[in-house]
């Protein structure tokens, strides 16, 4: 499991470590101002800062900056065609469509696979 740990991105390493840091490093700057300042125009300042950053926090396990770590682009863009022949498969076989439509369908299907044995493990 390791092994596998150390094969994955530095972005995932940090996807994983930021959302927390950005919560802990919010919620500090939040009670430290609340402790340790006696101003009030610098309590506001650092009570809006640190609330600025729970907020980007919250938004970045939203949406990720740095999620685009995909090698195998060829294998999946072959593998999204191969579902979209499933589905099909699925709504002709439910609507009742002739053998013919079913047989083009699952002739694509097996051609896929073909292509996804070849594009396996090729990385672009």
């Not at 972005?11 to 300042?37: C, D, E, K």
């Amino acid at each position: 499991m390791r092994a596998i740990e150390q094969r994955r991105g530095w972005r995932r390493r940090i996807n994983r470590h930021l959302q927390l840091a950005a919560v802990m490093v919010g919620i500090a700057l939040v009670y430290s101002s609340l402790i340790f300042f006696w101003d009030h125009n610098v309590k506001v300042a650092a009570v809006t800062l640190g609330m600025m950053v729970l907020l980007m926090g919250v938004w970045y396990a939203a949406s990720p900056l740095l999620t685009s770590e995909r090698r195998y682009l060829g294998f999946r863009q072959e593998l999204h065609g191969f579902l979209t022949n499933a589905r099909k498969l699925n709504v002709a076989a439910v609507a009742g469509n002739g053998a013919e439509e079913i047989e083009g369908i699952t002739s694509a299907m097996h051609e896929s696979i073909e292509r996804m044995t070849e594009l396996a493990g090729k990385t672009e």
